[in-house]
């Protein structure tokens, strides 16, 4: 195993646990980039934001407290959350009986991994090799930017002193969890995005509802504009310069402007392993790569960028070494971006289906139509469903408290092919958030 993320431990682990000899070779990140760089440390800071943000605010519940700020606390919980999963994940290691094999490596002959760790160099080989190695974050060759040593996600985890203020490159959803994150701490933020819109892969007016959402927590935004240059040193003081003529000056500057992967300079030419054109592993629908006995899984094939994709990864392959036929074509994965409130998706939005010129019927509804969010005071967003001509869901979006967990209800509907009408008819407990699901598909529908 080439790499240590979600889908290369869990099989490493799992080859293991079954008596063959594994070896994963994994340059730090122990358990993989989701629990040290990623999901758990940033959903970490985030819940740290979304408590302080709920204490400013308790008069409206009818406790008005103080509210301070310990910004070193904030980053020591998080660390503290990050070191008790690492000693996790290296524990299973250990009980599974994979050896781990810290260290750089890279290719030098076909199926021959050479590994540089405080040992000395070491060469691996093995009848089976899959690639596991992920992504790292994209700093755009903007005149200055590199200079001004920008912080990518990894650094803004770690953070012990508030930023002043903070801009961010990137209206994505890194950029708007990270964003509206520093806000609630406090932070100035201004969001700069080239794209015309923020989120620009959902729907209009979930966008906006978006957009609508962060400026009344008071982040800024400048949209539809690209950088031109930039200037100063992150931490101090950094000023950017749009295209437009404008100029922001903020205290700290922040790169979220998409990933790049792991697979320069590490002998995949050598080892018969061929790129696409932005630098990802070539697979098949079964994961195999263009080398004999090696496959690619998660991130840097082209998975899509979550972890539960990964974990899918997984058990394609794991299909393919039990002579299964589960492939990666027609995978329906779901995705939720921990903003306040949650934007939750599954399947299609209004956008993807006209794009395919499929007929559909558009159940929305406001998310204050719904009992609990009144009660709980989480009264922001929407709810919004398609259903095809045979009355099947398609797809589901959410902006509103604890979508992600309402969207998964939807999507064992889906999976289970059930009619909208299932849904709509169930008798779902009151007052839960899960109950708008009946009150969302008994609206009367429009059509896209």
């Not at 819940?47 to 204490?55: E, F, G, N, P």
């Not at 009408?421 to 969302?440: F, K, M, N, S």
């Amino acid at each position: 195993m080439f790499g240590g993320g979600k889908a290369g431990k869990t099989l490493a682990m799992d080859q293991a646990r079954a008596g063959k000899r594994v070896a994963m070779v994994e340059r730090g990140l122990i358990g993989g980039s989701c629990i040290n760089v990623a999901c758990i440390p940033s959903k970490a800071l985030i819940r740290s934001a979304q408590m302080h943000a709920l204490v400013r605010r308790a008069a409206d519940y009818g406790t008005p407290v103080e509210a301070g700020l310990d910004m070193p606390a904030v980053a020591g919980r998080t660390a503290g959350v990050v070191a008790e999963m690492v000693a996790f994940n290296r524990k299973g290691f250990e009980a599974s009986g994979l050896e781990l094999v810290l260290g750089w490596g890279r290719f030098v002959a076909p199926r021959v991994i050479e590994v540089q760790s405080g040992d000395g160099p070491r060469r691996l080989t093995a009848p089976a090799i899959y690639l596991n190695l992920g992504t790292v974050a994209a700093v755009p060759p903007v005149p200055g930017l590199a200079d001004a040593e920008p912080l990518t996600h990894v650094e803004a985890l770690r953070v012990e002193e508030l930023p002043r203020h903070l801009l961010i490159l990137g209206g994505g959803y890194i950029g708007l969890e990270l964003g509206q994150a520093y806000r609630l701490l406090g932070a100035e933020v201004t969001i700069i995005e080239q794209a015309p819109r923020v989120a620009a892969r959902e729907d209009d007016d979930v966008s906006d509802a978006l957009l609508k959402v962060l400026e009344g927590d008071g982040v800024a935004f400048a949209t539809g504009v690209a950088v031109s240059q930039v200037a100063g040193r992150s931490g101090n003081a950094v000023t950017v310069t749009l295209a437009d003529g404008r100029s922001i000056g903020g205290s700290h500057i922040l790169v979220a402007a998409g990933r790049k992967p792991m697979t320069r300079d590490i002998g995949l030419e050598i080892a018969g392993v061929a790129l696409d054109e932005r630098g990802f592993v070539r697979t098949d629908p079964s994961l195999r790569t263009t080398a004999e006995g090696i496959w690619a899984l998660g991130e840097v094939a082209g998975t899509p960028m979550f972890t539960h994709a990964s974990l899918d990864d997984y058990r394609i392959i794991k299909s393919g070494l039990a002579g299964g036929g589960y492939v990666s074509t027609a995978r329906i994965i779901p995705y939720c971006v921990f903003i306040e409130p949650e934007l939750a998706r599954i399947g299609l939005n209004e956008k993807e289906a006209r794009a395919r010129r499929l007929s559909c019927r558009v159940f929305r509804m406001p998310m204050d139509a719904v009992p609990r969010a009144r009660t709980s005071g989480e009264r922001k967003g929407m709810m919004k469903a398609l259903v095809d001509d045979t009355d099947r869901i398609v797809g589901f979006t959410m902006f509103g408290a604890h979508a992600g967990e309402v969207m998964t209800a939807v999507q064992m509907a889906m999976l289970g092919g059930l009619p909208y009408q299932a849904v709509r008819d169930a008798i779902i407990a009151h007052p839960t958030l899960a109950e708008g699901l009946g009150l969302l598909f008994g609206t009367a529908p429009g059509n896209t």
